[in-house]
């Protein structure tokens, strides 16, 4: 039979007889390996040999050092019905995809930024969720599929450490980073001492050892983590990469700028995307939690002094790095030029209602977070007391058929009277996981609703393909909501 995957590979165990391999798997389920002594051979056979088997789109990647080159089935979800095939070529963490007719575009698929890699029940079907559109895999075989998973499994584990080659969020951020903001944000903010109490080193351990073995797959939990250990892993990480976010090359100018707001900008603008994505991230945390000092005790200076060592690596010297956190942690929103997040108070006039409508920018929501949670966490933000009487609620808005781009969070407050009023405030799209909000500065209500000439239903029509069957449609004259 041909060829349907070629397979390179180093040993460097002493007690094989071959220090560098490849393999050859057949369409007659035969599996043939060979040894080399030099890798300078292992290159030339498998370069040679690979492309004697794949069609030329591939022969451009077999000039560089590549994992595993072979043909697989494929489909993408814009045309769920059609499988097509196609050879891949695996180099590090990058999956090419070469169609099988010769001068047609190849496409890429960064495996460190796969939002979900799982095995589809039934059949063997890998399936792999990236920004924007997912893509299921078969393999030719049993055998076959079982080698491509394992191997994609492993390039998508983010094996390096540095912070590019972790597995990353959607947003270009380590997810060991983002998780790990998230809970906290979730569960730590009024926790006095956070960041500054330790944790236990055994769970701490074990919890870094299953991010760094897939953290794609880890799900903080409260009850089954502690707060502590999950602010000891995130320190502990920036602390150990090989490359600190700030990078060494650049301390140099990080020292110069001296508290120079505008020469912080320009160094954050040169920094690598990851880098600056993480750090923007991280930033914005902090500056969360210096927000909530009166609760947590944690004020900018007690977190600098607790992060600087990590984020610049120095082991606890500097009296300047430490001034350095303190001056982005404080100008945070200047620096990463963050627009001013506007609260919207509007009074139902002679009602004495008031509804309150929160723009959730400075505010991370797990995406394990339920409505109820959210709230009570913007209200206990923004310090509004919640009386025994109000009635409080989160949700998204399909307005006129439309959900993604023109969703909007909404927050209602206060008893309703029979001539009160709906206020809603546009703050912009809710990602598709709902892990961020980002908001469009503003001063007045959208749009404006008086309740006593609207129809309101338990449910949501079908064909508006709702996110979830909980809901309620309101409906006026002219607007469907």
Same mark, same amino acid.
């Given at each position: 039979?041909?060829?349907?995957?070629?397979?390179?590979?180093?040993?460097?165990?002493?007690?094989?007889?071959?220090?560098?391999?490849?393999?050859?798997?057949?369409?007659?389920?035969?599996?043939?390996?060979?040894?080399?002594?030099?890798?300078?051979?292992?290159?030339?056979?498998?370069?040679?040999?690979?492309?004697?088997?794949?069609?030329?789109?591939?022969?451009?990647?077999?000039?560089?050092?590549?994992?595993?080159?072979?043909?697989?089935?494929?489909?993408?979800?814009?045309?769920?019905?059609?499988?097509?095939?196609?050879?891949?070529?695996?180099?590090?963490?990058?999956?090419?995809?070469?169609?099988?007719?010769?001068? %047609? &575009?190849?496409?890429?698929? =960064?495996?460190? /930024?796969? !939002?979900? *890699? @799982?095995?589809?029940?039934? +059949?063997? #079907?890998?399936?792999?969720?990236?920004?924007?559109?997912?893509?299921?895999?078969?393999?030719?075989?049993?055998?076959?599929?079982?080698?491509?998973?394992?191997?994609?499994?492993? %390039? &998508?584990?983010?094996?390096? =450490?540095?912070? /590019?080659? !972790?597995? *990353? @969020?959607?947003?270009?951020? +380590?997810? #060991?980073?983002?998780?790990?903001?998230?809970?906290?944000?979730?569960?730590?903010?009024?926790?006095?001492?956070?960041?500054?109490?330790?944790?236990?080193?055994?769970?701490?351990?074990?919890?870094?050892?299953?991010?760094?073995?897939?953290?794609?797959?880890?799900?903080?939990?409260?009850?089954?983590?502690? #707060?502590?250990?999950?602010?000891?892993?995130?320190?502990?990480?920036?602390?150990?990469?090989?490359?600190?976010?700030?990078?060494?090359?650049?301390?140099?100018?990080?020292?110069?700028?001296?508290?120079?707001?505008?020469?912080?900008?320009?160094?954050?603008?040169?920094?690598?995307?990851?880098?600056?994505?993480?750090?923007?991230?991280?930033?914005?945390?902090?500056?969360?939690?210096?927000?909530?000092?009166?609760?947590?005790?944690?004020?900018?200076?007690?977190?600098?002094?607790?992060?600087?060592?990590?984020?610049?690596?120095?082991?606890?010297?500097?009296?300047?790095?430490?001034?350095?956190?303190?001056?982005?942690?404080?100008?945070?929103?200047?620096?990463?030029?963050?627009?001013?997040?506007?609260?919207?108070?509007?009074?139902?006039?002679?009602?004495?209602?008031?509804?309150?409508?929160?723009?959730?920018?400075?505010?991370?929501?797990?995406?394990?977070?339920?409505?109820?949670?959210?709230?009570?966490?913007?209200?206990?933000?923004?310090?509004?007391?919640?009386?025994?009487?109000?009635?409080?609620?989160?949700?998204?808005?399909?307005?006129?058929?439309?959900?993604?781009?023109?969703?909007?969070?909404?927050?209602?407050?206060?008893?309703?009277?029979?001539?009160?009023?709906?206020?809603?405030?546009?703050?912009?799209?809710?990602?598709?996981?709902?892990?961020?909000?980002?908001?469009?500065?503003?001063?007045?209500?959208?749009?404006?609703?008086?309740?006593?000439?609207?129809?309101?239903?338990?449910?949501?029509?079908?064909?508006?393909?709702?996110?979830?069957?909980?809901?309620?449609?309101?409906?006026?004259?002219?607007?469907?909501?």
């Amino acid at each position: 039979g041909y060829v349907l995957f070629l397979f390179c590979s180093y040993l460097p165990s002493c007690a094989v007889r071959f220090r560098y391999t490849f393999e050859l798997y057949l369409t007659s389920e035969k599996l043939y390996q060979f040894g080399l002594e030099t890798p300078d051979a292992l290159h030339s056979w498998t370069k040679a040999i690979g492309k004697a088997a794949t069609p030329l789109s591939c022969h451009c990647l077999l000039t560089r050092e590549f994992e595993r080159v072979g043909l697989l089935r494929y489909k993408a979800m814009l045309d769920p019905q059609q499988w097509k095939e196609a050879y891949f070529v695996l180099q590090k963490s990058n999956l090419f995809i070469c169609p099988g007719n010769d001068g %047609a &575009a190849e496409d890429i698929i =960064n495996l460190n /930024r796969l !939002q979900e *890699l @799982s095995e589809y029940p039934g +059949p063997d #079907i890998l399936v792999l969720v990236e920004k924007g559109r997912t893509l299921h895999l078969q393999g030719m075989g049993r055998t076959d599929f079982s080698l491509w998973y394992s191997d994609i499994q492993r %390039a &998508a584990g983010g094996r390096g =450490n540095t912070l /590019r080659e !972790q597995q *990353l @969020s959607r947003n270009d951020i +380590p997810i #060991i980073v983002d998780s790990c903001i998230a809970f906290i944000t979730q569960y730590g903010l009024g926790h006095e001492g956070i960041y500054r109490k330790n944790g236990a080193k055994s769970r701490i351990k074990l919890l870094m050892e299953e991010f760094r073995k897939d953290a794609r797959n880890v799900k903080l939990r409260i009850g089954d983590h502690f #707060i502590e250990d999950v602010t000891d892993v995130l320190k502990r990480f920036f602390r150990e990469i090989d490359d600190p976010i700030f990078m060494a090359d650049l301390h140099p100018l990080w020292k110069e700028a001296a508290s120079e707001l505008d020469r912080y900008k320009e160094i954050i603008r040169s920094l690598p995307r990851v880098n600056r994505t993480t750090l923007a991230a991280l930033i914005s945390h902090l500056y969360r939690v210096q927000k909530c000092a009166d609760l947590n005790q944690m004020c900018t200076k007690n977190l600098s002094l607790l992060f600087a060592p990590s984020l610049f690596q120095t082991d606890g010297k500097g009296e300047h790095e430490v001034k350095i956190m303190e001056d982005l942690i404080d100008n945070y929103l200047y620096v990463f030029d963050v627009s001013i997040t506007l609260t919207l108070i509007h009074s139902g006039g002679k009602t004495g209602v008031d509804f309150q409508v929160c723009l959730l920018r400075l505010l991370q929501v797990s995406p394990t977070m339920c409505a109820e949670e959210l709230t009570n966490q913007v209200l206990y933000m923004r310090n509004v007391p919640a009386g025994d009487r109000d009635v409080w609620m989160t949700f998204e808005a399909i307005e006129d058929g439309q959900l993604g781009e023109s969703a909007v969070c909404l927050m209602l407050g206060s008893q309703f009277t029979h001539n009160a009023f709906v206020s809603l405030q546009s703050i912009g799209s809710v990602s598709a996981q709902g892990s961020h909000c980002s908001n469009a500065l503003a001063i007045k209500p959208e749009k404006e609703w008086a309740l006593k000439s609207m129809k309101i239903y338990i449910g949501i029509r079908r064909k508006l393909k709702a996110p979830t069957r909980w809901g309620f449609t309101v409906m006026s004259d002219k607007h469907q909501l």
